[in-house]
């Protein structure tokens, strides 16, 4: 399709706009498990100079805010109590994320050799 107006409100663009439509109507939107309790499989860490360990994953279920007391769990035996400090997601500060969204959060008290991927 070739159009040589750069205004998205062009007549030609009509036909995209509804498939769009229709491709939205089509797929239902996942349901976001928010009322569970928080659950985050860890996917990569880093340290963060000055800040501390930065863990990253997608959210399975739950709800996340700065100040809200985790817990890791998984891999050792023994499981390590942090706070959640921050939260961001694709370079973004966030007051909260949830179920679904693909997350950093920087723990405090935690050194990123207590964390591993798949905890």
Known sequence: MESTSTDPNA???ECIKELLRVVDEYIPQPVREIEKPFMMPVEDV???KGRGTVVTGRVDRGH???????????L????KASV??????FHKL???GQAGDNLGLLLRGIERTDVERGM
């Open 76 to 79: 050792q035996e023994k499981s």
């Open 84 to 89: 959640c400090t921050g939260v961001e997601m």
């Open 94 to 96: 966030l007051d909260e």
């Open 11 to 13: 007549p030609e663009y």
């Open 64 to 74: 996340i805010k700065i100040g809200d007391p985790v817990e890791i769990v998984g």
């Open 46 to 48: 880093f340290s963060i």
